[in-house]
């Protein structure tokens, strides 16, 4: 029997209705204890009041674009169990700032030795990763370099977590972090290493997973890839990342020149880290979201298809870059119908399922970009 997975949930999320709390646990009713701490940049230098399980400001050091933030021991804040850091940049493609912790001791360790992309500018961009407890136990000063674009911080925010227990069904994913908003972060997005890129198909039982575009691409108006594919379809779904999107800014789906509908984005919190002003003053999304829609049967024909994205820009912003990466077409198949004509009823009991070695596989898909 699978034991069930410890998760964490940031700034009491996940706290149910109803159930009685002690004096003890009065701090993590109202939240005190797990008020972030954030510090902006831009467009001035701004700190947010102090939250009780902060002992000092943070330092900012421009001379060595470096930004301190102290983080006290985790047995001083009871309610606390790890910290996790949200850092808004402007993503020039060097490899973003980097992030590091410094022991009581003066020794410092490496977390993240950069939260951006390399080779690639994408405006701005937003990362959260999780402090290893490790490092944090003990407390001490967590370090943020920019070196050489420290105008290019735009905020910073840390944010208590405490432990809780999931259970997970499915074995493919790795939950590990778990937002305000109740969106699910997996270990590979929040344990510091660069992101890799989804390349590849995977077949799994009547599901096949075929890669669109894995590596990161400008989505200036419109994108078309172009699907071969054979066999019964039971119904498909398009699942891709895209940053830059303004939140009223709207992508349309066709397959085989159809409207399907919008792609669809998981909702966020008005006191989200990553939502931050523009130059103008408007509230945008940085970093990246994952949007899916669902392609139902009737849509898809024996042999190529068509699916193509449209961007619709919000007439109010700023026209800063779109882009889109790990874009994968998930299809489900179904089994092919055998003729039953002239055939006489089998009223016999069935044989014990053994696998079939002979059993074909299902149709592969063949995908490519216009």
């Known amino acids: 029997m699978r034991q069930p997975r410890t998760i964490l949930s940031i700034a009491g999320a996940l706290l149910i209705a109803g159930v009685c709390l002690g004096a003890g646990d009065a701090s993590l009713a109202t939240g005190r204890n797990f008020a972030p701490f954030t510090l902006f940049l831009k467009p001035s230098l701004q700190m947010s009041p102090l939250p009780g399980w902060m002992q000092g400001p943070a330092v900012v050091q421009r001379e060595t674009s470096t930004i301190e933030i102290p983080i006290p021991a985790l047995w001083s804040s009871p309610s606390a169990d790890f910290y996790a850091l949200t850092v808004v940049f402007d993503d020039c493609g060097d490899g973003g700032p980097a992030v590091e912790w410094r022991a009581p ?60 227990l999931l259970a997970v069904l499915g074995g493919q994913g790795d939950p590990v972090l778990v937002d305000e908003a109740l969106r699910v972060f997996e270990r590979g997005e929040v344990d510091g290493r660069k992101e890799v890129p989804m390349t590849g198909d995977v077949r799994r039982g009547s599901i096949v997973e075929a890669e669109l575009s894995a590596q990161v691409e400008e989505f200036q108006s419109e994108v078309e890839f172009v699907t071969p594919m054979e066999g019964t379809i039971e119904g498909a779904m398009v699942r891709l990342d895209v940053l830059g ?18 792609l669809n984005f998981p909702a966020f919190r008005l006191d989200d880290p990553a939502l931050v002003p523009d130059s103008l003053g408007r509230l945008v999304i940085a970093g990246w979201r994952n949007g899916t829609v669902f392609l139902p049967a009737h849509l898809w024909q024996q042999g190529d298809n068509s699916v193509v994205l449209t961007l619709h820009r919000s007439g109010a912003e700023t026209g800063r870059p779109v882009f ?6 998930h299809v489900r198949f ?37």
Do not use: H, W
Request: negative net charge.
């Open 324 to 329: 889109i990466r790990n874009a994968i077409l």
């Open 105 to 164: 001791d003066g020794s410092t360790t490496t977390i993240c030795g950069g939260l951006g992309e390399t080779g690639i500018s994408l405006g701005m961009n937003s990362r959260t990763i999780l402090l290893p407890r490790t490092l944090t136990r003990e407390g001490g000063g967590l370090l943020v370099s920019y070196y050489a674009k420290f105008d290019g911080l735009v905020s910073l925010s840390v944010r208590p977590a405490r432990e809780d």
């Open 334 to 370: 179904g089994a092919e119908s055998a003729s039953v004509e002239n055939a006489e009823p089998d009223l016999s009991l069935p044989d014990p399922m053994v696998p079939d070695i002979n059993e074909p596989p299902l149709p592969e898909i063949v995908t490519g970009i216009r």
């Open 245 to 262: 999107l303004d939140p009223e800014a709207t992508i349309d789906v066709r397959v085989n020149s159809i409207l399907v509908g919008q």
